[in-house]
Every structure is written in C-alpha cells, then in structure tokens.
C-alpha cells in the first residue's frame, strides 16, 4: 500500500517533443506529490510539486497532472530539450508519514 | 542561503568497518532525513531526525544508526558493513517534520564497500 509505481523505465524523446511520465499510489492518505530531477552523481532536485486540491500545476515547461479518482499523477515536460536528460523520480508523502516514497524512476533521454 | 552539504563525497570501506557520513542541513530547515539509493533505483528511506530526535525510520537494520546536533546537522553511523550496503547516501533537508513539505537533498556520498 506503501508503492508507488513509475513507468515508463526510460524514455527517449526527440529535442522538442513532449515528455510524460506517469505514476499511480495507493495510499489514499498521501497529500503530496514532487517531481525530483537527478544527474548522474548528483542528488535528487525538486522540480515542481502538487496537493490534491487542483488537477494541475504548470512551473514553466513543467506540468504535473493529478488525477485523485485514479490514484495517479504525472509530469508532462513540454519542449522536450537535451539539457532535460536526467532520471526524473515521482514521490509521494504526507504530513502524518515521516517519509517520501519515491518510484523507481524514469530515464530520459532527448535527442537534438 | 547554503544549500544541503555532505561529506565525504566518496568512500571506501571493507566489509565489517564502520563508517560515519555527515550532512549540514539549508539555513533554516530543523529536519533531516537519511535515504539510500542503490544503482538504478530510487531513493530509499532510513531515519528522519527532528529536533534531535529520531522522528521515524524505514526497514533498515538497528547498525544502521544517526544522529543530530542541535544546529541540526546531522550523521548517518553504519556498523558492520555489508557488500549490499554500497550505494548513494542521501541527506533531505526540510523546514518542519512530517513528509508533506519541501525536502532539499544533498549531493550525496557514494559509499563502496569491498
């Protein structure tokens, strides 16, 4: 119940393509959705994070779609650019849980 | 404003050594979670301190231990190190407990037990 699952596992994407990245929960009592970016070598960065009181938050090129119904969420990139490669990693948590439970991970990979 | 810092940023141990990572956490932010993540996998939950306390842990053994200092650094202690433990340490920093907020993570120290 604790699972969040992430698909696709890498993703391969022309230079402005659009990017989508899904994920589903199960844990109803999640209340916090973040998007981290990861470099290799690198920690985990926050890109853009969503609550379930709206179905969508757009950060720039960035669009997090919720869906409270179905238990999923996911990251729309738009304009899809090389410097956009990394592994993007869903998360999900909530104020009565210590932790963020992260997927597994989506690799992408935009080509000019 | 100073980001989340940790070291070392690589280490070499053997199995059955010790070791200590440390972290400083983002001015402001009281705390400090511990993750690991193994290659290829996502980040996986050990401890979170708050105000010095443990304020929750993931499945990982009791050798797995931490600590936090009262301008809320903190360390991540493992005993008896195993070859399953190398991987990327990660310290998350964040303005209050709980796991609903922000959490600013580190660099890493990548730990490599032989």
Redesign the interface.
């Known amino acids: 119940q604790q699972q969040v699952k ?1 698909s696709p596992q890498s993703l391969i994407v022309q230079k402005g393509g659009i990017s989508i990245i899904n994920c589903a929960y199960e844990n109803t009592a999640f ?2 959705f ?1 998007w ?1 970016q990861q470099f290799p ?6 890109l853009i ?1 969503i ?1 379930p009181d709206v179905s969508e938050k757009k950060e720039g090129r960035f669009t997090i779609s919720f869906n409270k119904s179905a238990k999923q969420f996911s990251l729309h990139i738009m304009d899809s650019q090389p410097g956009d490669s990394a592994t993007y ?1 869903c ?1 999900a ?13 989506t690799r992408l990979q935009v080509f000019p | 404003e100073t980001g ?1 810092t ?1 070291s070392p940023t690589h280490l070499i141990k053997t199995r059955g050594q010790q070791v200590t990572l440390r972290c400083s956490s983002q001015s402001g932010h009281n705390t400090v ?1 511990w993750y690991q993540q193994a290659l ?6 050990i ?2 301190y708050y105000r010095e306390e443990e ?4 499945n990982f053994p009791p050798r797995f231990s931490g600590l936090q200092f009262p301008n809320y650094s903190s360390e991540l202690n493992v005993n008896a190190l195993e070859l399953d433990d190398s991987a990327l340490y ?1 310290c998350a920093s964040s303005p209050r ?12 120290t ?1 730990l490599t037990v032989l």
């Open positions: 992430q209340d916090y973040p981290y070598g690198k920690g985990p960065a926050l994070a609550r990693f998360a948590g909530s104020y009565n849980t210590d932790k963020l439970i992260f997927g597994t991970g | 989340v940790q979670s290829g996998q996502g980040p996986q939950f401890f979170q304020n929750g842990r993931g990660l407990q709980g796991a609903d907020n922000e959490q600013f993570f580190g660099p890493g990548r």
